[in-house]
């Protein structure tokens, strides 16, 4: 039986609807010697994402997975508290994001250490929070993957394996995530239980369906964004589904979020455009519905779930 970890407990297949696969509550963009996470103010950030996530509640959504690792200010405590202001399941990540926002102690580490801190974070719970961490979130360079990222890649190949967590990428080109998928399945992970991030920043389309030839998912997570067209995503949604791989395919629109590092925050967008927006084009483009609810629905589930 399957149980998908949020800050709110675990979940059953069945318990949820649509889950957002990709957003942010908490994430720091500022200058990493900064450190302005750190400082954060947890009242000021419930005062300010909870209004966010309620809108999404009543649009229809029941859990969003919130993408951000360690490197760019998570902060496991901050989003748990929004959470349980908002009684609305959060799905957090373990793992580390690419260089150079790698912290020194993860440079450090060997790859054994990395593992068995992602398998704590993905069994016991992350810092005091009591949250277990979903799945492991991390990143490659966009034109290579650096050897400090490749061993935290073997590390959560091995921390994946033992736990059945599933690994997110942030990779903007196809031929790293070729590479990356190399390294997995070298180290005996399996490419069905790997998403690759921002798979729509890749132009050539021919490496989304070789990729997910391989088994891997692809995420289309810019629903909403000024740099790809509502008319973009439907088309290459629907030629993704035509393909064979729509049981492989996962939307989301990469929004939210408070930055510690801007004055309240800075300026947040609503998790609200895929259903209000989005899906009704979809919809109007001869989409199904029982595909529509694969893509919203049961795919996050199976993808996040273990
Ligand atoms: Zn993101």
Redesign the pocket.
């Known amino acids: 039986m399957s149980v998908l970890e949020t800050t709110l407990g675990h979940y059953r297949a069945g318990d949820l609807g649509i889950i957002l696969p990709?957003?942010?509550i908490f994430?720091d963009l500022g200058p990493i010697e900064a450190e302005s996470y750190r400082a954060a103010d947890r009242d000021e950030v419930i005062e300010v994402m909870l209004p966010h996530i309620q809108a999404a509640r009543v649009a229809g959504v029941t859990a969003l997975v919130e993408?951000?690792p360690t490197g760019v200010g998570r902060r496991v405590d901050i989003v748990k508290a929004v959470s349980e202001a908002a009684n609305f399941p959060a799905v957090v990540a373990t793992g580390i994001y690419r260089e150079p926002w790698v912290p020194a102690w993860a440079q450090a580490a060997s790859e054994a250490e990395l593992t068995a801190w992602m398998v704590r974070e993905l069994t016991e719970g992350i810092e005091e929070t009591g949250v277990r961490a979903a799945w492991i979130k991390l990143s490659a360079g966009d034109d290579g993957i650096t050897p400090v990222e490749a061993k935290i890649l073997r590390a959560a190949a091995e921390a994946g394996r033992q736990t059945g967590a599933v690994i997110g990428s942030?990779t903007i080109r196809g031929r790293v995530v070729r590479d990356q998928l190399d390294i997995l399945e070298g180290a005996g992970y399996r490419a069905d239980r790997f998403i690759w991030?921002?798979t729509q920043a890749e132009p050539d389309f021919a490496l989304h369906l070789e990729m997910a030839r391989r088994g891997a998912w692809l995420e289309y997570?810019a629903i909403g964004s000024d740099a790809f067209s509502d008319a973009w995503f439907v088309e290459h949604i629907q030629r993704v589904v035509e393909a064979g791989f729509g049981g492989q395919l996962l939307l989301s629109h990469?929004r939210g979020w408070y930055d510690p590092s801007k004055p309240r925050g800075g300026t947040q967008l609503p998790y609200t455009y895929l259903l209000e927006s989005f899906l009704p084009k979809l919809r109007a483009a001869g989409v199904e519905d029982a595909t529509i609810e694969l893509l919203t629905v049961h795919n996050p589930w199976r993808a996040f779930a273990r």
């Open positions: 990709h957003e942010h994430v993408c951000t942030h991030i921002h997570d990469d």
